[in-house]
């Protein structure tokens, strides 16, 4: 092969792998939320409600990821400063449940509701995080980002205040 030609296979090729590394580890991924099989620390079933008229928040997570644990901290802060009243957060990982109850009763996260998902997270296509989504209380996706949200930005906040 020319090399005048070698070169521009090679471009090519580093943008294709860089397309791919940003899409797998930096866009969240499509996924029905209510076709997860979803447990308690209890090992109970866990059922994603969206009647009620709270907006809910899903956070895929792990144990050891620490700006997982910064977000937590940060929800816990303004949930306790009434700004986040008509939020639901629920926290999944695929860890198991002693790893997720020894977590929780460390920090003692009040608001969040830690929920083991049965299958490897990286099946639903999530590969970092924390990865986040928010739905409406009628389960349309509102928002979805991998990384942290900052939810001490009022501003932010306010669009999805009813």
């Not at 997982?68 to 937590?72: D, M, N, P, T, V």
């Not at 830690?114 to 998902?117: L, P, Q, R, S």
């Given at each position: 092969m020319n090399k005048k030609y070698t070169g521009y296979v090679l471009v090519v090729l580093a943008i294709a792998i860089v397309v791919?590394?940003?899409i797998k580890y930096r866009v969240a991924p499509d996924f029905n939320l209510e076709s997860l099989k979803l447990e308690t620390t209890e090992g109970k079933p866990y059922q994603v409600s969206f009647?009620?008229?709270k907006i809910i928040v899903v956070s895929f997570f792990t144990t050891w990821c620490g700006t997982?644990?910064?977000?937590?901290k940060e929800i816990q802060g303004t949930k306790l400063k009434n700004q986040l009243n008509n939020f639901k957060f629920i926290a999944i990982s695929d860890e198991s449940i002693e790893k997720l109850n020894h977590y929780n009763n460390n920090y003692n996260y009040q608001y969040i509701d830690?929920?083991?998902?049965t299958q490897n997270v990286s099946e639903i296509g999530v590969h970092a995080f924390p990865t986040i989504y928010i739905f409406d209380n009628k389960g349309k996706l509102l928002y979805s980002k991998v990384g942290l949200v900052n939810w001490n930005d009022e501003k932010w906040l306010a669009q999805?205040?009813?």
């Open positions: 791919f590394q940003y009647n009620d008229d997982c644990h910064q977000e937590f830690f929920v083991h998902i999805f205040k009813a």
